[in-house]
């Protein structure tokens, strides 16, 4: 089906998404439901103690009205995705059919399709479902929906996996194997929707499988497609303000009508997200981990001449701020014993180093009281991590034509994004200060033209043409600073420097305001891609009952990739430079390991190995050039050429800018889906699906290394079911998919190092590469319930396998790094890092009368996953054990819904099982957030 999808509920329907109530929570909606209930029956006995039938018929009636009203309840504007109230019943079958629940249809991107038709997996969310528990972030709405999931990292390395799949790769030069689309234009960068907030929105779909034979930009595992409310020619405006723990405040607004009665119409949206976080930084007690400050616009315009054509111009505003995701971290004691019981000697550690006298000296200090402060406290100590600061723009346009019985559509879309991070190493001192981000900024230009045929007959088809331009600036900045040599100098080195005075001044200055746009993959990074695709998708209807959907699609890719890495600024060092590396000339003198000088050494070079001298030993320089260097004991010498050491490793692989080599591919999409409707309670279908994911153009240490394309076939076996009398939608599938070429990190031959090491060994670093083969198969269920009075319950899980059926170079986990271990591990038939086997959603709504027609309304929402590990090498110390999370909210509105008010609880009963963690450090899970929101509706 299409990666743009709405979602429409019928007449006589209930919501599709019902959030998870526990029993404790229900037995009090329960009771105080009962109690209501009595009083209101108390005060009908005192108007009339004696009711006829037909004032009792005409009460239940006027109840259920109240009810089905506020079931239907949302902050959209009316002529979207509302639930509408059933007519009052006056028989037992009208009654109980007023429980059934309605069809739920899913529109294309020209059609309305009911969803038990639609020959494929997909979850469907509605806007004031996700409203109802303050849920906007891609993160809190995706939780809605089974075997998705959305992968905590920063702005920019978050990503989307379906099905365990794509949580790695999240590189710049790399497309995300989950799409995702808004409004009908597709993102092609993921971070995109990782520090937004989604308010006023319509609907939420998530389809699995390889997409793209109905439009936009193609996806290999699935699509996240996010469908805001449109403008209206009913005027409404919707509002909310919430406050909450950490300072948290909420305000949301959304408000259109007509412009010109039945021909312009608009629709505005605002939305301003600010509050602390939960961890608090010691050296700087006002910022705090993870805040939120997000300020968000949108306004839309609906131009409708006549019947037969309308457009649509939309443009949205983030503008640039700061929240701080990078630095929530808590450090632990690195252990003592490697995988295969030799003793770690901590030579690199945070531990070793911080043991310095350079850093004990600060008596207010201490690795175990400060830097591993944060276990078991809600504090970090760093002085230099700013804010990863992100913000966007975009402008749509949309025409649709109604050509006889069918539809022309285009879309022009222009969306741009910025990133930049500055971090900390994690200390209070001056070692890393303002350094190792990415400063990246995105821009996508898109253009679509579609055909929709009209429903009926024997076919109906959409058929149409795709391009993409992208451009992604990015710039990885690093810096070091005055206390960065006697941090990264090894034991040996720092122990020869730290003896004497000139040594001291020569460990400042080795890394000391040294600035680069340091190698990570590159330094610089200017990535131009382009992709062109025709595309149409065909339903056969053979017979009413048999229908044979048909889809393919062809993308040409082109992509690009010129890239470099320096020296920005050499800081007080310059003089310690190498002479060159990788042919990048550095302005340096040669010398050997123990500082002698080289006989290739220029008059030049000679004579700044000379001011060396003078500036550290205050050796006056001579007639004779080098002279000067030459008179310096041995010690010295040794120690001169320790700063320098220091330096070159830090500053690493530097290279000239030029060009890696291009991907040049034709990437098809195809897919087949027969489906057999037994009657209007049973579908079955059986779906093939085929996509690929472009190459990758890319530097591995400045030297080019192309990545294959990665290829994907699923078959998916399921039923769409309404059951008992309709009040149950049962809905489930098997799957299978097997990806070939897999793109994530993997271990490499490191072709720069090999050649400069020159020892007939090969090296190795990691990369994105190619995994020959993942395989992940599973059973999925979506269950809806509506024949509870007063309560709807669904209920979304999945049973996954997703493991590498063939991957013999895993980069090693940090245990395996002893003495002669291996480069690389093989983890064929181990499950992908971010996979778990079970995830569970049951979400239950509540709603009952109150006295003066006002409702009272609960909601629930549990999500269970079970274990998984959350290290791309797969450590035996990343395991995250199964867990739930519950958010609660309970509420009361008027009886119009212009006012209502709800307390809204995340993380209700206090999850503590970290999001992530490494062997020597783990990400603390949200707290439990309590929070009171109002909010209405005209």
């Known amino acids: 089906m299409s990666n743009a999808f709405n979602v429409r509920q019928k007449h006589e329907s209930v919501p599709s998404n019902l959030r998870p109530l526990a029993a404790l929570v229900a037995g009090l909606f329960i009771a105080a439901s009962g109690s209501v209930y009595a009083a209101d029956q108390a005060t009908s006995s005192a108007t009339s103690a004696t009711p006829t039938v037909e004032q009792l018929q005409a009460e239940i009636a006027r109840l259920k009205q109240i009810i089905a009203t506020q079931l239907g309840a949302t902050t959209n504007t009316p002529a979207a995705s509302q639930v509408s109230a059933p007519e009052p ?157 950490l300072g948290t405040v909420i305000a949301t607004l959304a408000a259109g009508g007509p412009i010109i009665d039945d021909v312009l119409a608009w629709r505005g949206s605002f939305s301003a997200d600010k509050g602390a976080g939960d961890l608090v930084n010691a050296y700087d007690r006002d910022q705090t981990f993870t805040n939120t400050d997000r300020l968000s616009g949108r306004v839309q315009f609906l131009y409708k001449p006549n019947q037969d054509f309308n457009a649509r111009l939309a443009v949205d505003v983030q503008p640039n701020a700061s929240e701080t995701q990078n630095g929530r971290t808590i450090y632990t004691q690195t252990p003592l014993f490697y995988a295969n019981g030799a003793p770690n000697p901590l030579t690199t550690d945070a531990q070793t180093r911080l043991g310095r006298s350079w850093f004990t000296n600060e008596p207010n200090y201490s690795y175990a009281g400060n830097y591993l402060n944060g276990a078991g406290t809600n504090l970090v100590n760093l002085n230099n991590g700013l804010g990863q600061v992100t913000g966007s723009k975009g402008i749509v346009g949309e025409l649709n034509w109604a050509v006889g019985k069918n539809t022309v559509t285009s879309i022009t879309a222009y969306k741009s994004y910025h990133f930049n991070a500055v971090n900390d190493e994690g200390t209070p001192f001056d070692i890393n200060p303002n350094s190792g981000g990415f400063n990246n900024d995105y821009k996508q230009l898109s253009q679509e033209l579609r055909f929709s045929s009209d429903i009926g007959g024997f076919v109906d088809y959409t058929a149409g043409a795709y391009l993409l331009k992208t451009h992604l600036y990015a710039d990885y900045q690093k810096i070091w600073g005055s206390d960065a040599g006697a941090y990264f100098a090894s034991t040996a080195q720092y122990n020869r420097l730290d003896a004497t005075a000139a040594g001291q001044l020569l460990l400042v200055n080795s890394l000391d305001r040294l600035s680069m746009q340091a190698n990570s993959p590159a330094g610089i990074q200017n990535i131009n891609n382009q992709s062109a695709a025709i595309f149409g998708q065909a339903n056969w209807h053979f017979t009413d009952n048999l229908t044979l959907t048909t889809g393919a699609r062809l993308t040409h890719d082109r992509r690009e990739n010129e890239g470099s890495a320096g020296i920005i600024d050499n800081g007080f060092g310059a003089s310690l430079n190498p002479v ?359």
């Open 89 to 245: 019943k006056k028989d037992a079958a009208k009654e109980e059919e007023s429980q059934t629940l309605g069809e739920i249809t899913v529109s294309g991107t020209s059609r309305l399709v009911a969803v038990q038709d639609v020959p494929t997996s997909i979850s469907v969310v509605s806007g004031s479902d996700l409203a109802e528990l303050n849920a906007f972030s891609i993160g809190s709405i995706l939780k809605r929906a089974s075997n998705v999931q959305w992968n905590t990292g920063n702005q920019r390395t978050a990503s989307l996996s379906i099905r365990g799949i794509g949580k790695i790769g999240t590189t710049e030069a790399q497309d995300p194997s989950v799409g995702v689309t808004v409004d009908g234009v597709s993102y092609a960068y993921n971070a995109l929707t990782s520090a937004y907030d989604f308010t006023d929105v319509d609907t939420l779909e998530v389809l699995r499988g390889p997409q793209g034979s109905l439009g936009g930009k193609s996806a290999n595992i699935g699509v996240v497609n996010i469908s805001t409310v449109r403008p209206s020619f009913t005027p409404s405006t919707d509002y909310s303000l919430t406050f909450g723990q």
């Open 580 to 938: 060159a590396v990788n042919g990048v000339q550095l302005g340096g003198f040669a010398s050997s390991a123990t500082g002698a000088l080289a006989a290739t050494n220029s008059a030049a070079q000679l004579a700044l190995a000379d001011s060396v001298a003078t500036q550290y030993f205050g050796v006056k320089p001579t007639a004779v050039a080098g002279a000067a260097y030459k008179s310096l004991t041995a010690a010295q010498q040794q120690q001169v050429a320790d700063a320098k050491n220091i330096r070159a490793s830090q500053a690493g692989v530097i290279f000239a800018d030029g060009s890696a080599q291009s991907y040049v591919g034709n990437a098809p999409t195809l897919n087949i889906s027969p489906a057999y409707k037994f009657d209007e309670t049973l579908t079955a279908y059986v779906s093939g699906q085929y996509g690929q994911k472009a190459g990758i153009s890319q530097f591995v240490n400045g030297v080019s290394d192309l990545v294959k394309p990665e290829r994907t076939t699923s078959f998916e076996l399921g039923f769409k079911s309404l059951l008992l009398n309709k009040t149950l939608a049962l809905n489930a599938d098997l799957y299978y998919t097997t990806i070939r070429d897999y793109q994530q990190a993997v271990r490499v031959v490191d072709t720069y190092t090999t050649l400069v090491q020159n020892n007939g060994q090969f090296a190795y670093a990691t990369a994105t590469g190619n995994v020959n083969k993942v395989i992940s198969t599973g059973l999925e269920l979506d269950a809806t319930y509506s024949g509870f009075e007063h309560f709807n319950i669904r209920a979304t899980g999945a049973y996954n396998d997703a493991f590498y059926k063939s991957f013999p170079n895993s980069a090693q986990p940090a245990e395996n790094g002893y003495p002669g271990a291996s480069p690389y591990q093989d983890v064929s038939g181990k499950t992908l890092p971010g996979a778990s086997k079970i995830s569970l959603n049951l979400s239950v709504d509540y709603h009952t009368r109150l006295a003066n027609d006002n409702v009272l309304h609960g909601s629930a929402s549990s999500t269970y996953v079970s274990r998984y590990n959350s290290d791309t090498a797969l450590s035996d110390y990343a395991w995250i054990g199964g867990n739930t999370i519950t958010d609660l909210g309970v509420g009361v509105s008027n009886p119009k819904q212009t006012f209502d008010v709800s307390l809204i609880v995340k993380n209700a009963f206090g999850n503590s099982v970290p999001l992530s963690q490494t062997w020597n450090s783990y990400t603390p899970a949200n707290p439990r957030w309590v929070g009171i929101v109002f909010k209405g509706h005209q």
